[in-house]
């Protein structure tokens, strides 16, 4: 079934099929979804950080004009959204997440109520209408308070704050080695709590449909799978009776990968007046309500040999998750993703780690691109750093010494990583910085006593978590497997519908390109759909880099099928074996006589309309379905990002003069895909690495309402991003692809800041946490350093 030499589209970088909708205003987003006697809310929401909710008064809020109606939990009587671990309580403590609070506020912005009116503006008036009265509690706006002893509980169920504390791996002995190696390195690193901040924010249209009855809701969710579900159960209603569809989604980056409460609210309302009814968040409440992510802080040692080989590393993880857990995900998300894969790319003997995660009055923790993986490999490249510093290597020597070279590698914790160019995408990337001259700029602009750094980060990205793996972190919900549909019509043209959903990432294309491939069919032919819950019975959506990994291959084993039914039915109208014919540009050949064909529409034509000609076994109709899952560790994408910066030691600002992307995700569907993802991946995690960061007040308000306060990178911030593509395919997923979406926000804090760093050596002054803004290297700058030897400059 391999198509004729020259005509095979995986691996083209194939123009968008999304972009001429997209581009001239065509596209269908939640909120140009117009439904009659379409009604519209918004949420009251919570003006302090802790309290208990000791009356919440909607009179006013009824009598406002256009208001027609305003519920608070108890009107609406709805289930809680509780995220599940099958852990002990000295593991996993569940915390339910009301729709609406009820008798608690947990964070500012929690909803507390849903004003619903005939247009938007009325709606906002009606909040304002509201009463609500409190009784103020002490709000825990930290780690360090919310770990202090006596300190004031945000669960009444989870003792001294805790929501998650596992110790995942703890190798026999390691506290001897820590003693007896010749050099031991430590980084206490912090990073900012950051908002993913997709260009759409949330949002959803409900209605009842009576002729289906169903409840639709139209929302901009990563999952609609499990959207369904909470909804169904929080609403009371059979899971067939909720139908989710998304439309065109501008963004998710994760956030969106989680069950939001206003959407369950939203159809709560619909239902409950029997019409449509649209939320919109607004900008504000998208930063200051909507889901967070990133605040972690790291107490992180290392132990090398004298040559700078890694013998122990040695972890504590602490994640500051705010109020509640996140469906279906829970509050373990970051600190067990940081547990089970930190060692990452480098060959650890010994490993300890203990992984926490803290509940604190600040809005809720979700996924975010790379979830956890942005700040672990900071950690590990920081040690790296220091440790070549200590011991007066080159930093791109002690990586060398410790990547890992063989595989498959099976690592102290426990994971199997399959083939990678770890080694061959560090060389690379030095090289081409040396190629460049950097080095040689380096040693000027030092010589004028400016501050130029250089620095690398090495790294792999887990893709394609199969059921397995998220099995693993004990979830009782286990993502994984997915599924898709591939039917040729009678007129030859062909539908594909996957399980997976994009918010960018093209799958209108990447997926015609591989049926294109395996079907022989015209790109042009195949019409993807996705995103609909009655059109696959069940799907986990898109995030963790899984959809090319595990919906492209449900895809391709799915046309795959297809395509051997076709060869079935041309082989019985010839007399021959299905073996004896082949897939060819929109026909099907004859292996034995080359001008022997037969085109798609001939054959769709017969099992369509003259099933009486089938032969035995073979039913009418063309469509086949196929489930793939991943039944190994997942793969891994690797990468090194190698960065120059210059620091002005007056401003304290950084500017990112050159970035390099030496990446491998093995067979790249779609290279120009590929480079997109790559790009904007690496342009959130500068922004990590240097602007962004929600920070709250004493009284747990957060600080940023806008993006005056909230520091967002622009195009000028952002440099000119050279991505180079090394291939090592993956053995086991149906195309060899391996995942995309996450490597450049991985590895650009620690590129970043090790840049930063190397441009500060001539000071002394080291900084370990992000974002490194310029009040940061000011503080660094203004504190005495410490010197307690001389470390030679390393040779490079």
């Known amino acids: 079934m391999k198509p004729v030499e020259g005509t095979r589209l995986v691996g083209r970088s194939v123009r968008r099929r999304e972009d001429p ?89 929690e909803p507390i109520a849903i004003v619903v009116a005939r247009d938007p503006y009325t709606a906002e008036d009606g909040l304002e209408a509201a009463r609500v009265a409190y009784a103020p509690l002490p709000p825990v706006t930290s780690e360090e308070q919310a770990l202090a002893p006596g300190a004031a509980l945000v669960h009444a169920e989870a003792a001294a704050n805790t929501l998650v504390d596992v110790s995942l791996f703890a190798t026999e002995g390691i506290d001897e080695v820590f003693a007896q190696a010749p050099c031991v390195v430590r980084v206490d690193a912090r990073t900012g709590r950051q908002n993913a901040l997709p260009l759409e924010t949330r949002g959803a249209v409900a209605a009842w449909d009576d002729r289906e009855e169903q409840l639709v809701l ?36 994760g956030i969106k990968c989680v069950v939001g409460r206003e959407e369950i609210a939203t159809g709560a309302a619909a239902l409950r007046l029997g019409r449509p009814v649209k939320w919109i968040e607004d900008r504000k409440d ?86 956890s993986r942005p700040q672990y490999v900071m950690v590990v490249e920081r040690l790296m750093e220091r440790a070549a510093r200590e011991l007066a290597l080159d930093p791109v020597e002690i990586r060398r010494r410790n990547l890992i070279t063989e595989f498959p590698y099976t690592g102290v914790n426990h994971i199997t990583y399959d083939p990678g160019s770890y080694l061959e995408s560090l060389d690379l990337c030095e090289r081409l910085l040396k190629e460049e001259g950097w080095y040689e700029r380096q040693a000027a602009a030092r010589s004028e006593g400016r501050h130029l750094g250089i620095g690398y980060s090495c790294f792999s990205e887990r893709t394609g978590y199969g059921s397995a793996a998220f099995a693993a972190r004990k979830m009782e ?82 046309a795959a099928r297809l395509a051997d039914k076709l060869r079935a039915l041309a082989a019985a109208e010839w007399g ?107 342009a959130q995690g500068i922004a990590g690495a240097l602007f962004e960061q929600v920070t709250y007040d004493e009284r747990g308000e ?37 995942g995309a979406g996450e490597g450049g926000t991985i590895g650009a804090p620690a590129a970043v800041l090790n840049a930063v760093n190397d441009a500060l050596r001539p000071t002394g002054v080291e900084l370990d946490s992000t974002p490194v803004t310029p009040q940061a290297v000011h503080r660094a700058l203004s504190t005495p350093v410490p010197q307690p030897h001389a470390t030679p400059e390393p040779t490079r």
């Open 702 to 738: 957060p600080s940023a309402t806008g993006f005056l306060d909230y520091k967002v990178p622009t195009a000028h911030e952002i440099p000119e991003i050279a991505v180079h593509h090394l291939e090592t395919p993956c053995a086991f997923t149906e195309t060899g692809a391996k």
């Open 218 to 253: 139209h929302t901009c969710t990563q999952v609609p799978h499990q959207v369904r579900t909470v909804a169904s159960r929080c609403l009371r209603l059979d899971e067939r009776q909720v139908r989710v569809i998304v439309p065109d989604m501008g963004g998710g980056f």
């Open 21 to 109: 909708r997209l581009l001239s205003g065509r596209g269908r987003f939640v909120d140009d979804i117009e439904l009659p006697g379409m009604l519209h809310a918004q949420f009251v929401r919570s003006t302090v950080a802790h309290a208990e909710l000791t009356a919440v008064d909607l009179t006013e809020v009824r009598r406002v004009p256009g208001v027609v109606a305003a519920f608070a939990a108890d009107d609406l009587a709805l289930g809680d959204i509780t995220a599940q671990l099958a852990r002990p309580l000295s593991e996993f403590v569940p915390t339910a997440m009301p729709v609406l609070a009820r008798d608690r506020v947990r964070y500012v912005g």
């Open 576 to 682: 021959v074996a299905p073996e004896d014919t082949e897939v060819d540009r929109g026909r099907i050949r004859r292996r034995d006589v080359p001008d022997a064909t037969l085109d798609h529409e001939h054959l769709a034509d017969t099992a369509y309309l003259k099933a009486h000609l089938l032969p035995k076994g073979i039913e009418p109709g063309l469509t086949a379905s196929a489930v793939y899952d991943v039944f190994h560790d997942g793969t891994f994408s690797n990468a090194t990002h190698g960065v120059v910066v210059e620091l002005d030691e007056g401003t304290g600002q950084v500017r990112i003069l050159r970035y390099v992307c030496v990446e491998d995700c093995g067979v790249a569907i779609n290279p120009q895909v590929v480079e997109g993802q790559c790009r904007g991946g690496i």
């Open 286 to 371: 998208a930063l200051t309500a909507s889901f967070l992510a990133r605040e972690q802080h790291y107490e992180a040692r290392a132990a090398f040999d004298a040559e700078g080989r890694i013998l122990a590393l040695d972890a504590d993880v602490v994640c500051d998750m705010g109020a509640y857990s996140c469906y279906p995900f829970t509050a373990g998300i970051e600190p067990l993703m940081a547990s089970a894969e930190m060692p990452s790319v480098y060959k650890v003997p010994a490993y300890r780690v203990r992984g926490r995660a803290v509940t604190t009055n600040k809005a809720p923790t979700a996924p975010y691109r790379g979830v």
């Open 477 to 558: 919900v286990v993502p994984g497997f997915d599924m898709a549909e591939v039917l040729m019509d009678p007129s030859g043209s062909v539908t594909v519908t996957t399980g997976t959903l994009s918010h960018g990432q093209s799958h209108e294309t990447t997926m015609a390109q591989i049926v294109a491939d395996t079907l022989g069919v015209d790109i042009a032919r195949i019409k993807l759909h996705q995103g609909d819950t009655d059109r696959i019975p069940y799907g986990w959506g898109t995030f963790a880099s899984r959809s090319i990994v595990v919906g492209g291959s449900a895809v391709r084993l799915a």
